[in-house]
């Protein structure tokens, strides 16, 4: 194996202070990473704290309110402290500028403070999580927040109005960067489509971000005496928060998964080593879902009180977008076909959010037909659904990306052997968690329960809870294995060359790990992300 | 009845029942179809060109019109399809038959009400077989949701609007009727049964539940049991056990002797005195009569250790 370069963007400088007033792209993007493995270290303990108090039927470990605050806090942390900042802010403050073939995004310095923005909004949540945390769900549904909870809403509410900004600012560094800093020769179908993906995501991050921002804005101003607009009592509509939170809320799952297919469409033309299946159609189709996504949010209401009519036309919309996912989903399989198909850690991922996104997306289709909709909604089924979508889609798109640019990132290899030991643990943990919660949820086991013993299905729900435990034991274990073979790599980990997998896009042409300024000369663009037909990649 | 994945595939308990259960499993089957493709289809692909050696140039197909217009209509098709039945077993969950009977529900932290249209009340949903039943539904708090499993009915209740669902029970047994909007500490607990019972011991149950319910029977209408047990476990509020008599330690460190008066004040005005370890969460019951306040107390006066 070759020597580490002379110099990266790592060696160059050192010193804590080196990190915390960078202005480099990938460091941001490693301060963002060492961030959000802590959130989400946090809310998978408290998602354990969940399965295990509803392994049986009764109290187990926590009572009934510390139950209602630990499942408001998983969900605020895993949704506004992990998931949305997740791969954009890693993966995309990281890779955008190096496949652009440029030195770094447009706004360095709005990139850093995105940054510390999102540590103030961090600080927000965590008062009230050492305060017990809220007891609203992430929702934050009035009446219930404004003028029933005790516990720190307005703590956490501050908290993701802030967090906000730090999503508006890398949407628009990074629709400026593509705009403005492509190298010459890169015209916009050139681009990776993981720069399609981090486009179309970049939009709904500056269009839906602020509706979400005025929405807490205004719940916290209500809940503070200064205004009424949700309190019934008072003349108010508490279901007027639904809308504007979801009118936000639906185009951030968009926001969530939009980065993980973006990531996806890189990892099956690199391993499979095969040009991409409709390169047009797979990019058009994340900014047609990215527009889409804001004319469905009714869909979260069906059993809201509002008009059969509007449900209608929510419901009608709602499959429209299920249709270009499946396009995409086609799209990658015929990808496969001819290709030269190498099952590295990085592709079982990929090909894992294949058939864990399928189930999701279809499970949609129940969701979206409103005769069924009313019997799932508020069950288990939809929280099956949305972790089908979210961690089986966005989760194991988000370690795929990790695990397939982690050389490029820190010059060094993980231990294959362990890593595809860890997948094995988390996908077989990860259905047997949600798959249950399919059964249990169309039999209607609600959501947000936590306690079962009243029911007259009691032993069956005891039956699917506990093997829902049992999965999420497993998915524990499974990324506690992840850690410790990432972390050793970083000291111990095989150094690797520029271009471990053979890709082809301009982030392998550069050294692992990349100098500061990403590449030594300037790059010239001399065939594109997925000529894979036409030129071989050197050193694999 | 058969029963799959919590899906009945064979005899329904009540119309709504059958009708969502159909459009279900017709959901289930394209789904399945779907999902056995991908499956499928990823393991035949990743079987058929597994990498051996290096790799060397691979087809430079990315377009395949015909295939790619088969893979788009044919998804726009069913959906069409499921759209259209799914609106349409909405619409006839939305619209209750004429002849239905109209019960009120009132929902409120943490338990239902039913009041019948003869004016009597209870905390069970007692209904007729064979009869559709109309509930047009209100909340003194919070958002709520009624949800009947069994009968495939759910509808958020609004605290400042009427919404309404209707259902019709076929065969007589009991049924899970819980809610399903997040309404706090008591929200699991927030739970009743519907008895559906043949029409000849309807009207008898009818009979018998007129005038002042029975002690036992008001602490469950008005929801006292969710949060206080009978058996001497803390719950979200005090235990009844033993209480009658009692010295508590109030949140600001004075004390009380639980008598008449006592009782009286907590049920009235819940906020009044607050027992140290527990959050002031009571509602007021602002709907009961004195007859019934008496029969109340009387029943907390008899659970003695």
Known sequence: MEAAPRLNYITQRKGILSWLFTLDHKRIALMYLFMIMIFFLAGGLYALLLRLELWAPGEQFIGQRAYNQAFTMHGAIMIFLFIIPSIPAVLGNFLLPIMLGTKDVAFPRLNLASWYVYMFGAIFCLWSLVQGGADTGWTFYTPYSTQHSETPVISITF????????????????????????????????????????????????????????????????????????????????????????????????????????????????????????????????????????????????????SPYAAMVFSFLSFYIGV?????????????????????VPMLYALAFLILFTIGGLTGIFL???????????????????????????????????????????????????????????????????????????????????????????????????????????????????????????????????????????????????????????????HGPYDYDKVLPENI | MLNLLGMQILGAVSPTTKMVDDLFWFVFIVSAFFFAIVT???????????????????????????????????????????????????????????????????????????????????????????????????????IHSLFIPDFRVKMDVLPNRYTTLWFQADKAGEYDLLCTEFCGDGHSRMYTKVIALPKDEFEKWQTENQGTASGPDLFVMYGCATCHSLDGKPGIGPTMKGLHGKTETLADGTTVEVDDNYLRESILEPQAKIVRGYQPVMPAQPDITSDELDALIDFIKSQQE
Request: net charge positive.
């Open chain 1, 159 to 306: 908290g993701a109005f802030i967090l906000g900004f730090s999503s508006i600012f890398t949407g628009l560094n990074f629709i400026v960067t593509i705009h403005k800093m492509r190298a010459p020769g890169m015209t916009w179908f050139k681009m990776p489509l993981f720069c399609w993906g981090m486009y179309a995501t970049a939009l709904i991050q500056i269009l839906a971000t602020p509706v979400l921002g005025i929405t807490l804005m205004l719940l916290i101003l209500e809940k503070l005496g200064i205004i009424v607009v949700f309190d019934p009592t008072r003349g108010g509509d508490p279901v007027l928060f639904q809308h504007f939170f979801w009118f936000y809320s639906h185009p951030a799952v968009y926001i969530m998964i939009l980065p993980g297919m973006a990531i996806i469409s890189e990892l099956i033309a690199v391993h499979a080593h095969k040009k991409i299946f409709g390169y047009k159609l797979i990019a058009f189709s994340s900014v047609a879902i990215a527009l889409l996504g804001f004319l469905v949010w009714g869909h979260h209401m069906f059993v809201s009180g509002q």
């Open chain 1, 324 to 344: 270009p996912s499946g396009i995409k989903v086609f799209n990658w399989m015929a990808t496969l076909y001819k290709g030269s198909i190498s099952l590295t």
């Open chain 1, 368 to 526: 979206g037909a409103l005769g069924i909709d009313v019997q799932m909604h508020d069950t288990y089924f939809v929280v099956a659904h949305f972790h089908y979508v979210m961690m089986g889609g966005t989760v194991f798109a988000f370690f795929g990306g990790i695990h397939h640019w982690w050389p490029k990132m820190f010059g060094r290899l993980y231990n294959r052997t362990a890593a595809t030991f860890a997948f094995v643990l988390l996908f077989v943990g990860f259905n047997l968690t949600f798959f249950t919660q399919f059964i249990m949820g169309a039999k209607g086991m609600p959501r947000r329960y936590w306690d079962y013993s009243d029911f007259l299905n009691e032993k069956t729900y005891h039956m699917y809870h506990g093997f829902s435990s049992i999965g999420a034991m497993i998915l524990g274990l499974g990324f506690f294995v992840m850690g410790i073979y990432l972390v050793h790599s970083l000291f111990r980990g095989q150094r690797c060359g520029s271009n471990p997998w053979g890709g082809l896009s301009l982030e392998w042409a550069t050294t692992s790990p990349p100098p500061t300024e990403n590449f030594e000369h300037p790059p010239r663009l001399t």
């Open chain 2, 40 to 142: 499928g289809g990823i393991i035949i692909l990743v079987a058929l060109y597994r990498r051996r050696g290096k790799p060397g140039l691979t087809s430079g197909a990315s377009h395949n019109t015909a295939l790619e217009i088969v893979w788009s209509i044919l998804p726009v098709i069913l959906v069409v399809i499921i759209f259209f039945w799914g609106f349409q077993v909405f619409m006839r969950l939305s619209i209750s038959p004429g002849d239905s009977m109209e019960i009120r529900v009132t929902a409120r932290k943490w338990n239902w009400l039913f009041k019948y249209p003869d004016g009597s009340r209870s905390g069970q949903l007692v209904v007729p077989v064979e009869q559709p039943v109309r509930l047009v539904m209100s909340s003194e708090d919070v």
